[in-house]
């Protein structure tokens, strides 16, 4: 049972995590070599991670997806560290508009001429900030949608991720909220209707346990419980 | 379309909160009421006066400021929709 239990609090921990690092903003540092537009076909596959059309455009299976061709520096530790060395980095820049993830994005057109105006050359290097969520995968030809775009001196620059340390302090105050709620519709409504029951399941076991303090064995418990069942003489 | 979607589904998440923390303030304020009032006649076994005296305490509670103040959880949301909305689109 406790595996059970364990086995299904590691998975929904999993899942919470896994959805919190695709929605949540993230910050690369990088610099923008091309803009692009491609027309892609969705499948059942990969369509759960795109947005939709432009703001107020009509839904088609095919459509043009914008993209931002960059060459972004390596980091780990989900990002907070920056490394020296380089990968291509390639986002799409899609309007969330009024649906999931909640960024309510509609300046995709302006978001692209930004992404224009700020491309560099290997001599010349313009770096940006580029703020984005989702994910990069090669096998599901999918791209992390670019939020915004920030010119900045150098690739040194360090991002403090505001927006997340706020989430993270206001998830915490509501989880201990929730289960401050919980304690207190436990305390007052499920307690006193149990109380009645509950006296009546301690007799219950009681009786069990004089019984159950004979057997021994799970064949001798097995025994003793039928006979709790057993009419008494 | 997508708007109307987001207005009512979020209307109706809002409202599942707002009654679940007006049900749980009110339980947290008559729980400290009876504390009260068991603190200062712990001999007295007078369920009549007990009752106007947690009653009344309610109505003080439905009559003070707190019962308006968690109607903010309709206020903050949308205006921090409009702050994203504002953050994200402005150049």
């Known amino acids: ?233 | 379309m997508a708007l109307i979607r987001l207005m009512i589904f979020g209307f109706l998440a809002m409202t599942i909160i707002y009654v679940a923390i007006s049900v749980y303030s009110r339980s947290v304020r008559r729980e400290k009421l009876e504390n009260r009032w068991a603190e200062k006649h712990p001999d007295l076994d007078d369920e009549d006066a007990r009752d106007t005296y947690i009653n009344e305490g309610m109505e003080r509670y439905n009559n003070g400021i707190r019962p308006k103040l968690i109607l903010s959880v309709y206020v903050i949301p949308t205006i921090l929709v409009v702050l994203v909305l504002v953050f994200t689109n402005w150049n």
């Open chain 1, 1 to 233: 049972m406790r595996y059970v239990r364990n086995t299904i609090r590691v998975l929904v921990f999993i899942l919470v995590a896994g959805l919190l690092h695709y929605v949540l903003p993230q910050h690369d540092v990088a610099r923008i070599t091309s803009t692009e537009v491609i027309r892609m076909d969705f499948s059942s596959v990969n369509r759960l991670f795109f947005a939709q059309p432009d703001s107020s455009n009509t839904e088609f299976a095919t459509r043009d997806i914008r993209l931002i061709n960059s060459q972004k520096k390596r980091t780990w530790f989900l990002g907070f560290f920056q490394r020296e060395s380089e990968q291509v980095m390639v986002y799409r820049n899609e309007d969330t508009g009024w649906i999931w993830p909640p960024y309510f994005k509609f300046d995709s057109s302006d978001l692209q001429a930004e992404a224009s105006a700020n491309m560099s050359a290997p001599a010349a290097e313009q770096w940006v900030v580029i703020t984005h969520y989702g994910w990069r995968n090669r096998f599901f030809t999918i791209y992390p949608n670019a939020i915004a775009i920030r010119p900045i001196d150098g690739p040194g620059t360090t991002v403090v991720p505001w927006f997340n340390i706020f989430f993270f302090i206001f998830a915490g105050i509501a989880a201990l909220f929730i289960r401050a709620m919980w304690r207190q519709f436990r305390e007052r409504v499920i307690d006193p209707a149990l109380g009645n029951a509950g006296d009546a399941w301690d007799k219950v076991e009681g009786h069990a346990d004089n019984v159950g303090d004979k057997a021994t064995g799970i064949w001798g418990r097995l025994t003793a419980w039928m006979n709790t069942w057993r009419a008494k003489k």
